[in-house]
């Protein structure tokens, strides 16, 4: 694989290009159900190759939750492993969202897994969590910058649980949210257009103008359409840096499949209100 340009440059263009949406690819036991397929690694495979021939050439990003994939063992890593590739090479960005974190030496790992141009399951972006310490997230951020990838970090998460650890207060009077923004915020310094390091930040927030968003990177807001976020909010949610948000949707676009028309007609829906919200 030939060098690729940082990954913050990349997605910068792309999201110029086709408009800032990230559809998820959340192959849920309940939406194989709706769509008429079995819960197995077919129906897997099925929901997958659907979602990226609807959409991988025309959204920006696409996120593939791997647990969805991995609850099927080796033959679910094998679909993923193809989605992967087949998203890529219709032009959409991929962040795997594998939510990894762990001690600095196991990272490494992680990191190898995900972000080595040489792995089978090589993606441009990863999520990870930083909540063992954000310095044991440094082999990661090296990897990534070998490689042309990126990371999202958990940051302010949509889930309502998040806030406990989240807004726990330090000793410096900060809390750990705004903490892990300053960090990403120090690893995109100088960057241009955007830097690679991004974090996690849901759109089901309200006004977050109490937290220093412009970390010169991207952030990745799940939560719009199933939790209850619309593309309305992102202005509200993230003010000036409206503009580098990668808005998330997946249930909101998946439950309109199987049929590949229905199921782009509603990303589209999606791509142009984002694409408004942000302008
Ligand atoms: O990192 C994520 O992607 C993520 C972080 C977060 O704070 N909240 C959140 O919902 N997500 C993911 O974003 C997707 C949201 O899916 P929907 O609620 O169906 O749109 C799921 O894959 C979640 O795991």
């Not at 939750?65 to 080796?74: D, H, M, P, T, V």
């Not at 939510?99 to 399951?121: C, N, Q, V, W």
């Amino acid at each position: 694989m030939s060098a690729l340009a940082p990954f913050g440059a990349r997605l910068r263009q792309v999201m110029d290009e086709r408009g800032p949406l990230c559809v998820g690819i959340d192959p849920h036991a309940s939406l194989l159900a709706e769509w008429g397929l079995n819960d197995d690694v077919a129906g897997l495979e099925r929901f997958s190759r659907t979602v990226v021939e609807a959409v991988a050439d025309r959204v920006a990003v696409l996120k593939p939750q791997s647990a969805f994939f991995e609850r099927f063992g080796s033959r679910g890593v094998a679909v993923l492993e193809k989605s992967v590739e087949q998203a890529r090479a219709a032009g959409a960005l991929v962040v795997m969202d594998a939510k990894r974190g762990d001690i600095g030496s196991t990272m490494a790992a992680y990191a190898e897994a995900f972000l080595h141009k040489d792995s089978p399951l090589f993606s441009d972006a990863l999520t990870v969590s930083p909540y063992l310490g954000y310095g044991s997230l440094s082999p990661a951020v090296a990897l990534a910058r070998e490689s042309g990838a990126g990371l999202f970090v958990l940051a302010l998460t949509s889930n309502p649980e998040g806030g406990e650890v989240q807004h726990a207060i330090r000793a410096d009077g900060r809390d750990v949210g705004a903490t892990m923004l300053a960090h990403l915020a120090a690893e995109n310094t100088g960057e241009e257009p955007l830097g690679s390091f991004g974090a996690v930040v849901g759109a089901t927030l309200g006004d977050l103008s109490s937290y220093d968003l412009d970390i010169n990177g991207p952030l990745l807001a799940p939560g719009i359409g199933a939790q209850g976020a619309t593309p309305a909010d992102l202005p509200t949610v993230f003010g000036s840096v409206v503009r580098n948000v990668v808005p998330n949707v997946s249930r909101g676009v998946l439950r309109h499949g199987p049929d590949v028309g229905a199921l782009r007609a509603a990303a589209e829906r999606f791509a142009e209100e984002t694409r408004a919200a942000v302008a």
